[in-house]
């Protein structure tokens, strides 16, 4: 398959594909079934709640929702506000095909309009791919969460991965909101 991607702002219309894909990705975890407590209505209640700062972006190709990738507020206080935390999904049929590379890329294309500095990535121990990909594109490990995901029978450990970026000449991030 040739990749001919375009990447857009999600619509409400979206939530079905994105639920489908959040339960298709990362078959390689330990815990099992941790996706299955998400639904379509925190679907919908994700993006309800997307700003200009905190966006959901949608990968299609052929007019088909193949990928999709959200910005948070990381950690919620105002001292905060210059970092973003980045989540990606990609159907496992278009993994390794340089979808989340164009999503990331996008990103970080728009971090400008954004207003962020710092993209921080949370990726469970056994999510081989994700931690290759992060690694692969600039991010480094920052910490690790050791034990911290827990299902019925097994335990996790989350890494902290992220990366900085410069600030750029024009950005909308000005000197005196780190004051």
Same mark, same amino acid.
């Given at each position: 398959m040739t990749l001919n991607c375009v990447v &857009? @702002?999600?619509?409400?219309?979206?939530?079905?594909? =994105?639920?489908?894909?959040?339960?298709?990705? /990362?078959? %390689?975890?330990?815990?099992?079934? &941790? @996706?299955?407590?998400?639904?379509?209505?925190?679907? =919908?209640?994700?993006?309800?709640?997307?700003? /200009?700062? %905190?966006?959901i972006f949608m990968a299609e190709q052929d007019q088909?929702?193949?990928?999709?990738?959200?910005l948070e507020a990381f950690y919620g206080l105002p001292?905060?506000?210059q970092a973003c935390e980045i989540s990606l999904y990609v159907l496992p049929s278009w993994q390794g095909q340089g979808v989340g590379k164009a999503m990331l890329e996008h990103v970080i294309q728009h971090r400008q309009e954004i207003g962020f500095l710092h993209l921080v990535a949370y990726i469970y121990?056994?999510?081989?791919n994700s931690l290759c990909f992060f690694k692969a594109n600039d991010f480094q490990t920052w910490g690790k969460l050791p034990n911290i995901a827990r299902s019925e029978e097994r335990v996790e450990d989350v890494y902290l991965l992220g990366r900085e970026f410069e600030l750029?000449?024009?950005?909308?991030?000005?000197?005196?909101?780190?004051?």
């Open positions: &857009r @702002h999600a619509e409400f219309e979206d939530a079905s594909a =994105m639920l489908d894909i959040f339960r298709q990705c /990362d078959p %390689h975890s330990t815990l099992a079934n &941790r @996706h299955n407590d998400i639904n379509l209505l925190d679907v =919908m209640d994700w993006l309800e709640t997307t700003t /200009d700062r %905190h966006p088909q929702v193949i990928g999709w990738c959200s001292s905060f506000d121990a056994g999510n081989d750029l000449d024009d950005s909308s991030v000005r000197e005196e909101e780190f004051t």
